[in-house]
């Protein structure tokens, strides 16, 4: 409507049934501090005391945009239980707006809100509250999202499965900054569930930093001090054409003296992913509770510190897959733990370093080659039960450098067109066609096309297999064949041994040593 008038008292709320609605459809809406001014051709006007007395769920709707005006007392409060609607840019013609000022919130507690508009400018948006659910929060927008903190969790509530409420927050055409964190958690000893956290920007960034010393920037745990935990949140980010900076997550399932029910997982895709830690732990007593399994795909860079998806008590571990270019494990020795770490490059030809020294200071500079290993990542995850490397499409070489030879956890190469031996003698133990392990260490591998000696003096190739064939094909390099076809070819391999037949080539006629 292009005038629309508001004053007076609303009631449409049911104490025994479903609120009823109020629709406010102006072409632009100011909601005030004061009274409301008169409305000019292009705007109506509203106060926030005639908005905070409505009783009942409130849809403001208009297509030109919507203003809330700095409040005296910081807060725009609806009555606890109202869903609460704001559709600026309903003519989808990218000029209606919502904004309000940053050091202003908006509450519901225990209600819900929606937010719509080409751009979203927020404070604080809140629906937690103690002793019920926490309402869920809908943000989108065809430009970009900037907010303050958003609030979903539920806590210290005596009700059974007091749990925090949703948070999905998609931006179409720019950012999504939050410039403290959010929180969906569920602090309930009757099996609350933290509430899941979605952030969707398909053409931008995505920014969660800067919360409160001690915290993280964004928790949507589960938590219990006497009784049983629900489950953690699930965890969503995906900027897949820009980059993801978020200061710790934490999605765990933890009861201190009972059940819990499994930690949410986390899952992230972007171009570069940078995040400072993720909690998604399960600890219960009794249950069998999942850990949270974690989840980062990046086009190019990961850097993250902290990394732990581990049960206690009862609780059992999970799985973390890396997927990058280049990966950095910053959280010093010890701090990747979970059941499994498997590290991944985004292309397939890409090569892979494993165990060489970092250089001081910058742990992956640009432009290199390689996915490298670093031995500081080694040490990062020696609190992992087994570290996968590659893909078993891998096309790329795999180098071993001594560290990873003395690596005490167990390390499995997936798949890579050439595996090379370290500086020091490196013994290729193959027990199949491309397969087998690293003498003297926890390595083993599979889907290796070629074996290479590398800078090691005295390199070995053995196979304990039968039906095979070696032929030695010039100084030091050959290849052994069995009956159903090639198993591997090898250079820089000054021993094999086997309890096949050597054949040797008659053009070179090269001398290996040969045990058996």
Same mark, same amino acid.
């Given at each position: ?152 969790? #539920?806590?210290?509530? !005596?009700? &059974?499965?007091? %749990? @925090? *409420?949703? $948070?999905?927050?998609? /931006?179409?055409? +720019?950012? =999504? ?6 929180? #969906?958690?569920?602090? !309930?000893? &009757?099996?609350? %569930? @933290? *509430?899941? $956290?979605?952030?969707? /920007?398909?053409? +931008?960034? =995505? ?23 629900? /489950? ?285």
């Amino acid at each position: 409507k292009e005038q629309l008038a508001f004053a007076g008292l609303v009631d449409v709320g049911a104490q025994a049934g479903r609120n009823g609605n109020i629709l406010l459809d102006p072409t632009h809406l100011v909601i005030t501090d004061g009274p409301a001014p008169a409305n000019t051709a292009s705007t109506n006007y509203v106060s926030s005391t005639a908005v905070e007395s409505m009783t009942g769920d409130v849809l403001f709707s208009a297509p030109d945009g919507i203003t809330i005006e700095s409040l005296s007392d910081g807060e725009l409060q609806f009555q606890n239980g109202t869903a609460v609607t704001f559709e600026a840019n309903t003519n989808n013609d990218a000029v209606g707006a919502f904004s309000m000022d940053s050091t202003n919130s908006l509450t519901s507690r225990s209600g819900s809100f929606e937010i719509y508009g080409a751009g979203v400018t927020l404070g604080s948006v809140n629906t937690d509250i103690s002793g019920n659910d926490g309402g869920n929060i809908t943000i989108n927008s065809s430009a970009g999202v900037t907010a303050t903190s958003i609030s979903t969790n #539920s806590y210290l509530g !005596s009700g &059974e499965n007091d %749990s @925090g *409420g949703n $948070v999905m927050i998609t /931006a179409d055409g +720019g950012d =999504i900054v939050i410039n403290n964190r959010i929180k #969906s958690w569920s602090y !309930s000893n &009757e099996e609350g %569930s @933290g *509430g899941a $956290v979605t952030l969707l /920007a398909s053409d +931008g960034n =995505i920014f969660v930093e800067t919360p409160p010393t001690g915290f993280e920037a964004i928790e949507s745990y589960a938590i219990a001090d006497t009784g049983n935990a629900g /489950a953690g949140g699930t965890g969503t980010q995906s900027a897949p054409n820009g980059d993801i900076r978020i200061d710790g997550i934490r999605s765990s399932a933890v009861s201190f003296t009972d059940k819990a029910r499994d930690a949410g997982i986390v899952q992230a895709n972007a171009i570069n992913i940078q995040i400072s830690n993720i909690n998604s732990r399960a600890a219960s007593t009794g249950t069998a509770a999942q850990a949270g399994s974690i989840t980062l795909n990046a086009h190019n860079r990961i850097e993250v510190g902290g990394l732990r998806a581990t049960g206690s008590r009862s609780g059992v571990a999970n799985e973390i897959i890396l997927t990058g270019e280049t990966i950095d494990l910053i959280g010093g020795a010890g701090s990747v733990q979970a059941r499994a770490l498997s590290l991944i490059p985004t292309s397939n030809s890409r090569s892979i370093t494993l165990g060489q020294l970092a250089p001081a200071n910058l742990l992956n500079p640009p432009g290199l080659a390689a996915l490298n290993i670093w031995q500081q990542d080694l040490a990062a995850a020696n609190n992992v039960d087994i570290i996968y490397v590659g893909s078993e499409n891998s096309t790329g070489g795999v180098s071993l450098f001594d560290s990873a030879i003395a690596n005490p956890t167990p390390i499995h190469v997936l798949g890579g067109q050439r595996l090379v031996g370290s500086n020091s003698d490196t013994l290729f133990a193959l027990t199949g066609s491309g397969a087998g392990s690293i003498g003297n260490s926890q390595i083993t591998f599979a889907n290796i096309e070629q074996f290479d000696g590398g800078p090691g003096g005295n390199n070995a190739l053995s196979f304990n297999g039968t039906n095979a064939l070696w032929k030695i094909e010039g100084a030091d390099q050959g290849s052994l064949q069995g009956v159903d076809g090639e198993i591997a070819t090898f250079q820089t391999i000054s021993q094999i041994a086997s309890s096949a037949t050597l054949v040797t080539n008659d053009q070179t006629e090269q001398e290996v040593r040969y045990t058996t």
